[in-house]
């Protein structure tokens, strides 16, 4: 099992950055595939991007391709959200998440939530107009 605290959460204005990050501990970092994803409020939770364990391969959502930048540090048990020229739209809870599955994965997996067992108990991100 692995334990998933997010951090760097806050208000920002539109057009500003913040980077978030989610750090690991519990079984071995570099075994999990790592996700963000976000709730806004009255809507569901939405995959946002997603790392794989080398940290090689990375998937976005098409709203935020462009603007946020995943990344993962496995010397630091740490996985990062890069999140730039914020726009009101991106308000929400932004969770981090965690999959140790193995074996050949079609990308799709990646963009469920069902695909990861571990979650963390987000951070909340405003972005005023």
């Known amino acids: 099992q692995v334990q998933l605290v997010e951090s760097g959460g806050g208000l920002v204005q539109a057009g500003d950055s913040l980077r978030l990050s989610c750090a690991a501990s519990?079984?071995?970092?570099?075994?999990?595939?790592m996700g963000w994803f976000r709730q806004a409020p009255g809507k569901e939770r939405e995959f946002v991007a997603a790392?794989?364990?080398?940290?090689?391969?990375?998937y976005y959502a098409s709203s935020v391709k462009g603007r946020f930048t995943i990344s993962r540090d496995n010397a630091k048990n740490t996985v990062y959200l890069q999140m730039n020229n914020l726009t009101p739209e991106d308000t929400a809870v932004y969770y981090c998440?965690?999959?140790?599955?193995?074996?050949?994965?079609?990308?799709?997996?990646?963009?469920?939530?069902?695909?990861?067992?571990?979650w963390g108990q987000g951070t909340q991100v405003v972005v005023s107009s």
């Open positions: 998440a965690a999959s140790g599955s193995s074996g050949f994965l079609n990308s799709n997996f990646y963009f469920r939530q069902t695909s990861y067992p571990y």
């Open positions: 519990g079984r071995t970092f570099n075994n999990y595939h």
């Open positions: 790392v794989l364990r080398s940290g090689g391969i990375t």
